[in-house]
């Protein structure tokens, strides 16, 4: 027997419960489940150490905000999307501490603000350095006050049910029990968050595999923009784990082998002159945006500035200077990490950093109100690309992102499932068993293989890291593509061990891995076909921006030949593209 909701969201993490929320408090009357393969607190938010963007002081403009997110995306983003996001944004983080999240203060008691990368003026409301953890917490137990909100918790969701050209509820597998449940609904809304286990090196929790684009993709839904991966300049070595920018929003610095401020000889982008002296420009350097920050880093260490490590090549993130008080009252977290997972202690010895994959700029495509082209397919958050991000994402608009457009995408959905109540139940149900065979058949009783999912999966990291990284050629995507192809061949050869039913782990990374298949080559096919260098995509045989052919977005979708790449216009309201520049 199929359950049946008005709405099911896929996804318990900021997006998640922001889209649940605001159907509850629309409209009291709609049924909302939420499936998620973690429990909610246990969703990538809840790691987010830095904060979140939006205008609040005086000094301080919608416009300033509007520009930033502009500049940053490298025209890229859609700005009717970024308008409304930066309008929407404060209301959204207010509405957020009325619901429990508590914000760091000013002495006066007036919200604080943090400088972050990209962000020409402090608008970075953050709580200590565990913002995605207060945030998360605040959205979690406001959730638990509307009784229409049902959690599926350590469910896994493996297909999105299309019956009639709509999409009508999702097949889940319940982790402890084996079993492929049908959950329908009028309308389904993705928050699957990012995929940045695509590659090796990454902050993203094991869970971030990126499921919900994997199912929109095979739903025939095409995945925006997915050649643009944002790496992030100050990760540790070895584990990935994440220093947060508010390291460098604080003023710590970073200097390579010599003790030296390297950042000081790249070109972060052209200074720009300072004409209104109420508006004096921060200097950027460890504050420009993360992708020129991560391409400064692979330069330098061309130049051999950089120490090897075991992790790989490294430099110092140094915030000596802040001081043990600074430190334990602005950056406690970032103290904790470096001391249990690099060993030292910041406040007497530099971190050793190095760029690891972050965050993804691409994913399912929506319009301004989070729907896709399959009606009743909604998408908000990371694994939705609005897009308000497009060539590299500024720090610290993705949390705000979550609030903004998760609300937008729940209203949404809402009055979708209200106009069209009626399903298929007999069909959808039907899918639901042919869902079971197939996980049945090519996993859980497969019999034969000799792929293991570990080896496949370090081969697909390797392949990632070669030629989709921070600087690409048609050579290098081309050959990892071919690499992910014949990955794609040798899976259908796998080995499965485990039989059981009750939280098979084997099972979810089988699942999780073919998604990541899938994705890994729509990132390839989208990086080859974009002969530009634009944000985070860096082409060394095409080294300039290319307006002419590449103001656009691209569009990945899947067919049985393989990956087809079409395009979409970008939306330009009032600010036509310049040359990308920051202040020094
Ligand atoms: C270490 C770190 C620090 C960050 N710091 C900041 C910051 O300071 N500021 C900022 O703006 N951004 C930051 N980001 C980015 C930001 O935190 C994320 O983009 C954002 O939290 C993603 O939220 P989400 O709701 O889209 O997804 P997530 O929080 O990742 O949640 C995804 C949900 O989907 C569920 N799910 C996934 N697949 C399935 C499936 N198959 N079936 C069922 N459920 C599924 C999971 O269980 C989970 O509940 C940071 C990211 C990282 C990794």
Same mark, same amino acid.
């Given at each position: 027997?199929? $359950?049946?909701?008005?709405?099911?969201?896929?996804?318990?993490?900021?997006?998640?419960?922001?889209?649940?929320?605001?159907?509850?408090?629309? &409209?009291?009357?709609?049924?909302?489940?939420?499936?998620?393969?973690?429990?909610?607190?246990?969703?990538?938010?809840?790691?987010?150490?830095?904060?979140? #963007?939006?205008?609040?002081?005086?000094?301080?403009?919608?416009?300033?905000?509007?520009? %930033?997110?502009?500049?940053?995306?490298?025209?890229?983003?859609?700005?009717?999307?970024?308008?409304?996001?930066?309008?929407?944004?404060?209301?959204?983080?207010?509405?957020?501490?009325?619901?429990?999240?508590?914000?760091?203060?000013?002495?006066?008691?007036?919200?604080?603000?943090?400088?972050?990368?990209?962000?020409?003026?402090?608008?970075?409301?953050?709580?200590? %350095?565990?913002?995605?953890?207060?945030?998360?917490?605040?959205?979690?137990?406001?959730?638990? +006050?509307?009784?229409?909100?049902?959690?599926?918790?350590?469910?896994?969701?493996?297909?999105?049910?299309?019956?009639?050209?709509?999409?009508?509820?999702?097949? #889940?597998?319940?982790?402890?029990?084996?079993?492929?449940?049908?959950?329908?609904? @009028?309308?389904?809304?993705?928050?699957?968050?990012?995929?940045?286990?695509?590659?090796?090196?990454?902050?993203?929790?094991?869970?971030?595999?990126?499921?919900?684009?994997?199912?929109?993709?095979?739903?025939?839904?095409?995945?925006?923009?997915? !050649?643009?991966?944002?790496?992030?300049?100050? @990760?540790?070595?070895?584990?990935?784990?994440?220093?947060?920018? #508010?390291?460098?929003?604080?003023?710590?610095? $970073?200097?390579?082998?010599?003790?030296?401020?390297?950042?000081?000889?790249?070109?972060?982008?052209?200074?720009?002159?300072?004409?209104?002296?109420?508006?004096?420009?921060?200097?950027?350097?460890?504050?420009?945006?993360?992708?020129?920050?991560?391409?400064?880093?692979?330069?330098?260490?061309?130049?051999?500035?950089?120490?090897?490590?075991?992790?790989?090549?490294?430099?110092?993130? %140094?915030?000596?200077?802040?001081?043990?008080?600074?430190?334990?009252?602005?950056?406690?977290?970032?103290?904790?990490?470096?001391?249990?997972?690099?060993?030292?202690?910041?406040?007497?010895?530099?971190?050793?950093?190095?760029?690891?994959?972050?965050?993804? /700029?691409?994913?399912?495509?929506?319009?301004?109100?989070? #729907?896709?082209?399959?009606?009743?397919?909604?998408?908000?958050? !990371?694994?939705?690309?609005?897009?308000?991000?497009?060539?590299?994402?500024?720090?610290?608009?993705?949390?705000?992102?979550?609030?903004?457009?998760?609300?937008?995408?729940?209203?949404?959905?809402?009055?979708?499932?209200?106009?069209?109540?009626?399903?298929?139940?007999?069909?959808?149900?039907?899918?639901?068993?042919?869902?079971?065979?197939?996980?049945?058949?090519?996993?859980?009783?497969?019999?034969?293989?000799?792929?293991?999912?570990?080896?496949?999966? +370090? !081969?697909?990291?390797?392949? /990632?890291?070669?030629?989709?990284?921070?600087?690409?050629?048609?050579?290098?995507?081309?050959?990892?593509?071919?690499?992910?192809?014949?990955?794609?061949?040798?899976?259908?050869?796998?080995?499965?061990?485990?039989?059981?039913?009750?939280?098979?782990?084997?099972?979810?990374?089988?699942?999780?891995?073919?998604?990541?298949?899938?994705?890994?080559?729509?990132?390839?096919?989208?990086?080859?076909?974009?002969? !530009?260098?634009?944000?985070?995509?860096?082409?060394?045989?095409?080294?300039?921006?290319?307006?002419? &052919?590449?103001?656009?977005?691209?569009?990945?979708?899947?067919?049985?030949? @393989?990956?087809?790449?079409?395009?979409?216009?970008?939306?330009?309201?009032?600010?036509?593209?310049?040359?990308?520049?920051?202040?020094?």
């Amino acid at each position: 027997m199929s $359950l049946r909701h008005d709405i099911v969201i896929v996804g318990g993490g900021g997006a998640g419960l922001r889209a649940a929320i605001a159907i509850a408090e629309t &409209n009291p009357s709609l049924s909302v489940a939420v499936v998620s393969k973690v429990y909610p607190m246990r969703s990538h938010t809840v790691a987010a150490e830095g904060g979140a #963007a939006a205008v609040i002081k005086d000094n301080d403009s919608l416009d300033e905000h509007f520009k %930033d997110t502009i500049g940053g995306s490298d025209w890229l983003a859609d700005q009717d999307a970024v308008e409304f996001f930066v309008k929407t944004a404060p209301e959204e983080m207010i509405q957020l501490e009325h619901w429990g999240c508590p914000w760091s203060r000013e002495p006066d008691g007036s919200v604080a603000v943090r400088p972050f990368g990209g962000m020409k003026i402090e608008r970075t409301w953050f709580a200590a %350095d565990k913002t995605g953890f207060h945030m998360l917490h605040a959205l979690y137990q406001t959730s638990l +006050k509307y009784s229409p909100i049902t959690s599926y918790n350590e469910w896994f969701a493996t297909k999105i049910l299309v019956e009639n050209n709509r999409c009508q509820g999702v097949a #889940a597998l319940d982790l402890r029990t084996g079993k492929v449940e049908t959950v329908l609904a @009028g309308a389904v809304i993705m928050c699957t968050g990012g995929a940045g286990k695509i590659f090796p090196f990454t902050t993203n929790g094991a869970i971030k595999t990126g499921d919900g684009m994997g199912m929109a993709y095979r739903a025939g839904v095409g995945l925006k923009d997915m !050649e643009f991966i944002q790496y992030h300049p100050t @990760g540790l070595p070895g584990t990935g784990i994440l220093i947060t920018e #508010a390291a460098r929003g604080e003023g710590g610095i $970073l200097i390579n082998k010599d003790g030296y401020r390297y950042l000081q000889d790249y070109d972060l982008g052209t200074p720009l002159e300072i004409t209104d002296p109420d508006h004096p420009v921060k200097k950027s350097m460890e504050l420009g945006p993360r992708d020129r920050l991560s391409q400064a880093f692979m330069r330098e260490r061309d130049k051999g500035g950089t120490i090897s490590t075991d992790g790989g090549p490294v430099v110092h993130l %140094d915030i000596r200077h802040l001081g043990e008080k600074l430190i334990d009252k602005k950056l406690p977290f970032v103290r904790e990490l470096a001391k249990n997972y690099a060993g030292i202690d910041p406040v007497h010895t530099p971190i050793p950093v190095r760029p690891v994959v972050h965050y993804i /700029m691409g994913g399912i495509d929506t319009d301004i109100n989070g #729907a896709t082209q399959l009606p009743g397919l909604y998408a908000a958050g !990371e694994t939705a690309c609005v897009s308000i991000n497009g060539a590299n994402r500024l720090g610290s608009n993705s949390l705000t992102e979550l609030l903004v457009f998760g609300g937008v995408a729940g209203h949404a959905a809402a009055e979708f499932a209200t106009n069209n109540p009626d399903l298929d139940e007999a069909a959808l149900e039907l899918q639901g068993v042919d869902e079971q065979q197939r996980i049945a058949r090519d996993f859980i009783n497969k019999q034969g293989g000799t792929e293991r999912i570990a080896t496949l999966r +370090k !081969e697909m990291h390797e392949t /990632m890291e070669e030629g989709a990284g921070i600087y690409r050629t048609d050579a290098a995507l081309r050959t990892t593509s071919e690499k992910l192809v014949e990955l794609r061949e040798r899976f259908a050869n796998l080995l499965i061990e485990d039989r059981s039913l009750t939280f098979n782990t084997e099972l979810t990374s089988a699942l999780e891995l073919d998604f990541m298949l899938d994705l890994a080559l729509a990132v390839a096919e989208s990086g080859l076909a974009r002969t !530009e260098s634009r944000g985070s995509h860096q082409r060394t045989d095409y080294p300039e921006r290319d307006d002419a &052919n590449f103001l656009k977005h691209s569009l990945a979708f899947k067919t049985i030949d @393989g990956v087809r790449i079409d395009y979409k216009d970008v939306v330009i309201t009032k600010w036509p593209p310049e040359e990308r520049v920051y202040g020094r």
